[in-house]
């Protein structure tokens, strides 16, 4: 026991060593958790009330007396990215849970059951036969359009990626001598898929979960411009790209900055996945 | 063997397709009430409610509504839009013009832009060019591609005038005047979706150079040009098909959304307005058609390989 802990302790530094080796990670990694703070701190430092409206400050360029302009109501756009991301970043995040959750159970159940493999795996290969944004569509369209439902939605579509990572991760960890010798032990499956299992693909899952995080948001971002996401009143860097639409030609800030806070979010969290799977797996490294 | 293999393929490929309509079938019934009701929206009243679910078969129990519905889409029938009055597949054969052509340039595009790359890049590792053909496949995948197409748009096409705005240039336009409308779009969906080919192209390059007979071929004395395009790209042909049959998803949702920005009257314009309209058999029906797609063209790619690389054997 002493020697297993002491190798993990070991592992630590080495890790954290590994992911922030490379710049770009590093700076993604201060880049989103920027992002995470102001919009969680969104009612401290936003310049305004994101409702409050003002004829008189109607489509007002960006870099005058609001930062960023002011939408068609005369709303403080900064103010309005701030408190959108809170609610983009939520879906991102709330996908990337529960597609976790939900998909590392079932592939859990299909590596570990001979039985269910058959089954599941089609059902699987059948959920990743439609387009992501299709589904979604179809999904939300049903459920109808709430900030949970989209969340619903977009992990129903992306569980079956973390079910196949989970099923062919357990295939070949479950073969391996020491979860042999737990059996032999006299421990129960639960046990096993606890504590051995589950414990050995956490890495491939981390990273999985990363991707989706950046995925969600940029799905969430497309049913809200498509008009079939969240209820329109709440804003999203999605909702925010839509409304801005009608106003192109003359305000085309009204677009171009959550634009960028989208692209920015989702470009950080993809660098920090590629650095997550090169700290955790350095055989994958040699491929950068 | 291979008459086994190829039999057992298709044999999963129609466990699929089944499980496909299975899942497009559960998928409208998930709604929370009458999907009836909902149809119609508020004003409607219960007895025209009825008289829908009447006419849908929703009246009747679920398991023979389920034998319904597997039975008439083997025979083609994907049911009947109730916003057109028309049979759900003629419905989305009128639309698919313009869909299939963005996904086919686009492809192309795509293609184009990130094979020479992708290779040029394997080539020279780690060098400037490479770092940056990195960076950029990165970027381009990160920003949501409905942005770039409005941004492009309204810079490219609406203030300098080199590209049509929007449309599909209206009901008497020839095909050419129609091709051109897809250029814009076609061009934004491909460098979106140049990013995932790029990286493929690029690690599979790598791997072919590293190989045994790419050293013997340079030791013999051949020439690098045709040691990389004869040798290693042969090689690294079969993740690229690979890749670009992963693309075909990524080219749907893509061109779901392009349309949108560029008013494009297909697919994709078809399945976000029969949400707006509540037309659940057009849903139902674009989500069987697409998936279908998707399972025979991962299956024809997945053949290919044996005619691409005799080394595969199963």
Not at chain 1, 87 to 104: K, M, N, P, Y
Not at chain 1, 186 to 199: D, E, F, K, P
Not at chain 2, 143 to 162: D, H, K
Request: with cysteine; proline share 5%.
């Amino acid at each position: 026991m002493a020697a297993a802990a002491s190798s993990v302790a070991a592992q630590e530094p080495g890790f954290l060593k590994l992911l922030l080796a490379r710049r770009s990670v590093l700076v993604a990694l201060i880049v989103f958790v920027a992002v995470v703070a102001v919009c969680v701190l969104a009612p401290l430092v936003a310049p305004a009330d994101p409702m409050k409206m003002s004829v008189r400050a109607r489509l007002s360029p960006p870099f005058g007396a609001y930062l960023l302009g002011a939408d068609p109501f005369g709303r403080d756009v900064a103010s309005r990215l701030l408190y959108a991301g809170r609610v983009s970043l939520v879906i991102g995040a709330g996908v990337a849970l529960l597609s976790t959750v939900v998909g590392v159970m079932i592939g859990l159940l299909a590596g570990f059951y001979r039985r269910l493999d058959g089954p599941l795996s089609r059902l699987i290969d059948a959920m990743m036969a439609f387009p992501d944004i299709l589904l979604s569509i179809a999904l939300v369209s049903i459920l109808g359009g709430s900030m949970v439902n989209v969340i619903i939605a977009l992990s129903i579509v992306y569980a079956p990626r973390f079910a196949r990572i989970g099923r062919a991760s357990t295939l070949v960890i479950r073969e391996l001598p020491f979860v042999e010798a737990a059996r032999a032990l006299g421990s129960s499956t639960r046990y096993i898929i606890a504590n051995h299992i589950l414990r050995n693909i956490v890495s491939p899952i981390i990273v999985q979960a990363t991707f989706i995080f950046a995925y969600a948001m940029l799905a969430e971002a497309g049913l809200s411009f498509l008009g079939v996401g969240v209820d329109p009143s709440t804003p999203t860097w999605g909702t925010m790209i839509n409304e801005g639409r009608q106003y192109i030609d003359q305000a085309a800030f009204l677009i171009f900055f959550p634009g960028i806070a989208i692209s920015v979010s989702v470009l950080s969290l993809q660098l920090i996945g590629d650095g997550l799977r090169d700290a955790l797996d350095p055989r994958l490294a040699r491929e950068l | 063997m291979l008459a086994r293999y190829v039999l057992r393929r298709l044999v999963g490929m129609v466990i699929v397709v089944f499980l496909v309509l299975t899942i497009a079938f559960v998928i409208v019934r998930l709604a929370p009430g009458d999907p009836a009701a909902l149809m119609l929206g508020p004003e409607a009243t219960a007895a025209d409610a009825a008289a829908l679910r009447a006419r849908l078969g929703l009246d009747r129990p679920i398991p023979i509504q389920y034998l319904t519905f597997i039975g008439n889409a083997l025979t083609g029938d994907l049911g009947t839009s109730i916003f057109f009055n028309q049979p759900v597949t003629r419905v989305l054969a009128d639309r698919a013009e313009p869909t299939v052509f963005l996904a086919l340039f686009s492809l192309l595009f795509a293609l184009l832009i990130a094979t020479p790359i992708g290779i040029y890049a394997a080539y020279r590792r780690g060098s400037f060019l490479d770092q940056s053909a990195i960076s950029i496949a990165m970027l381009a995948a990160s920003v949501p591609s409905f942005w770039t197409g409005l941004m492009v748009q309204r810079y490219l096409a609406t203030e300098l005038g080199w590209f049509p705005a929007s449309g599909y240039g209206g009901p008497d336009a020839d095909f050419l005047e129609r091709m051109a409308h897809l250029m814009l779009p076609s061009l934004v969906l491909g460098v979106v979706n140049s990013a995932l080919i790029l990286r493929f192209t690029r690690a599979s390059m790598l791997d072919v150079l590293g190989e045994d007979y790419v050293r013997t071929a340079r030791s013999k004395g051949m020439g690098e040009l045709r040691v990389v395009l004869r040798h290693a790209l042969k090689n690294a042909a079969i993740p690229i098909i690979t890749v670009v049959g992963l693309t075909f998803a990524l080219l749907v949702s893509g061109a779901v959304v392009t349309e949108r920005v560029f008013n494009i009257p297909g697919m994709g314009n078809l399945v976000v307005n029969a949400v707006l309209r509540r037309d659940y058999p057009v849903i139902q029906g674009t989500l069987i058609v697409v998936a279908t797609l998707y399972v025979v063209i991962n299956l024809v790619i997945d053949l290919l390989y044996l005619v691409v690389d005799k080394r595969v054997k199963y």
